[in-house]
């Protein structure tokens, strides 16, 4: 069962054409990781795709809900942590994630379970009485993604999830995100092609707003002649001409 | 029922914010208070500006222009946190953000008020009078065009600008409300500038509720309508903005 299906996504801003008639499926329970440099359109079909940006023209549906149509009904079937950090600093750990649970008028039971759910995931426990900005931005980005988290989502996107995070904070968040898989559908952008090697059950390639590649990483060898997804990402990027 | 959980949440989560920032009390109600007392005991007896009956009314719309800051600041801040992406995200509606963002200040509103009344009461007990409550009541609507600014200027500017533009309005609420000289000092042209403005309604309108006049439409009508009308035109222009900011985002 596709979790998401895009037919032609195109989003212009002005002479800029950001995301060119993009078409794709993304399956129930995997996780797609979405390759490309910056300016590729990965932030871009993110936020088309969570309804914080209207298409110029196609569509996308998530568990056949329209984002153009009825991009509220997609919003109570996701959620988003997008690149920066998104919490509310002066509230401690434990009070975003009450609030979060109230805004999406969750009960105060339901709120206690998701609540002790963060804290187990993403082991916030030991941090769950203090202040959102005394902590380190490794811990800041743990809130923040633990909080998409709160809504129960059954896609969850994550745009650039460790991007600022130094080595050991990247791979404890790539063991949480590895824990989730099958949980929920999740879709994740990067830069980091060892991320997308590490966690992906398949990768998107983007270049130029154009999706250039579709298919799990052994097909990304095959395709290219290469034995790991930097050398292939970059295969397929320069179209041949590697660097 | 849904939606309006979803407002007290967003109230719950602003108040908190903002009084555990040191210096948004600082401002809002310590820096006035210490004005009060200041202005009060120097300046008593030499000019009816600093009698505690025009004077704590004079303060009261005075710190009400610290709400542009924060109400500001706070919308600024989480724009450009992501924060407000966020919560783009959730089920929440522009219009429950907005009143989510409005009504937490006023509970904060109400208190300056109450502060600056009492205090101006106990050091000068012959204000004390039911009109105290009439003035309390009025000082919402000032109180209002303040916040409305906020949202406003919170939903323009980044956290960067949002300071200094909104001290604008904090100098000109000092500047032009005529608090700190008699109006017959100034000019004919300046005083209809202030008149036009809304800084000195503001601070005419809770004067004159806590002086009490008995011809109420006679008193009140120029301070109430102007403020009104800037009150509604800045509300119209904040949700307006803030909803085109929400579609941008």
Not at chain 2, 72 to 96: H, M, N, P, Q
Not at chain 2, 97 to 122: E, H, N, R, T
């Amino acid at each position: 069962m596709n979790a998401i299906e895009i037919k032609n996504l195109r989003k212009e801003y002005k002479d800029v054409v950001a995301v060119k008639d993009l078409s794709l499926d993304i399956k129930e329970g995997e996780i797609f990781s979405l390759l490309g440099v910056n300016g590729a359109g990965k932030t871009t079909t993110i936020k088309m795709l969570s309804g914080l940006t209207c298409p110029t023209s196609g569509d996308a549906f998530v568990y056949g809900k329209s984002v153009v149509k009825d991009p509220d009904g997609v919003k109570e079937l996701i959620d988003v942590s997008m690149q920066e950090t998104a919490v509310a600093r002066k509230l401690t750990v434990a009070e975003n994630i009450e609030f979060y649970a109230a805004l999406n008028g969750m009960t105060k039971q339901e709120t206690e379970e998701v609540k002790q759910k963060c804290y187990d995931v993403f082991g916030l426990r030991e941090v769950a009485g203090k202040m959102a900005s005394k902590l380190s931005g490794g811990w800041q980005r743990k809130v923040s993604i633990a909080l998409a988290l709160v809504t129960r989502p059954k896609v969850l996107f994550l745009d650039e999830p460790t991007l600022g995070l130094d080595v050991l904070a990247r791979r404890e968040l790539w063991r949480t995100i590895a824990e989730m898989k099958g949980q929920m559908t999740i879709i994740l952008t990067t830069h980091y092609m060892e991320e997308a090697e590490a966690l992906s059950d398949r990768i998107g390639v983007m270049a130029g707003g154009k999706l250039l590649f579709v298919g799990t990483k052994e097909e990304m060898y095959a395709a290219t002649g290469k034995q790991n997804v930097e050398d292939a990402f970059i295969e397929i990027v320069t179209g041949g001409k590697a660097l | 029922m849904k939606a309006l959980g979803r407002i007290f949440a967003l109230i719950k989560r602003n108040v908190k914010e903002i009084l555990r920032d040191p210096l948004s009390l600082a401002f809002m109600l310590a820096m006035p208070l210490g004005m009060e007392l200041l202005f009060y005991f120097i300046f008593h007896g030499q000019s009816p500006q600093f009698e505690m009956k025009y004077l704590a009314p004079g303060i009261v719309a005075f710190a009400q222009a610290f709400l542009t800051l924060f109400s500001g600041l706070l919308i600024a801040l989480d724009r450009g946190s992501a924060f407000l992406t966020r919560l783009y995200v959730s089920r929440a509606k522009s219009s429950e953000f907005i009143l989510g963002y409005a009504f937490s200040l006023f509970p904060i509103a109400f208190a300056q008020s109450v502060i600056f009344f009492l205090v101006g009461g106990i050091i000068d007990p012959s204000i004390f009078s039911v009109t105290m409550i009439v003035a309390l009541f009025l000082s919402l609507i000032p109180a209002t065009f303040f916040i409305g600014t906020g949202i406003l200027l919170g939903s323009l500017c980044n956290e960067k600008s949002i300071g200094g533009v909104a001290s604008i309005v904090i100098a000109g609420q000092s500047m032009l409300s005529c608090m700190w000289f008699p109006p017959e000092s100034l000019g004919k042209g300046v005083l209809t500038v202030m008149r036009v403005l809304p800084f000195k309604n503001a601070a005419e309108l809770l004067q004159k509720g806590f002086l009490g006049y008995s011809d109420f439409f006679h008193e009140f009508w120029q301070p109430l309508l102007i403020l009104l009308a800037y009150t509604v035109v800045v509300f119209a222009l904040a949700i307006l903005v803030f909803k085109k900011k929400m579609r941008e985002k």
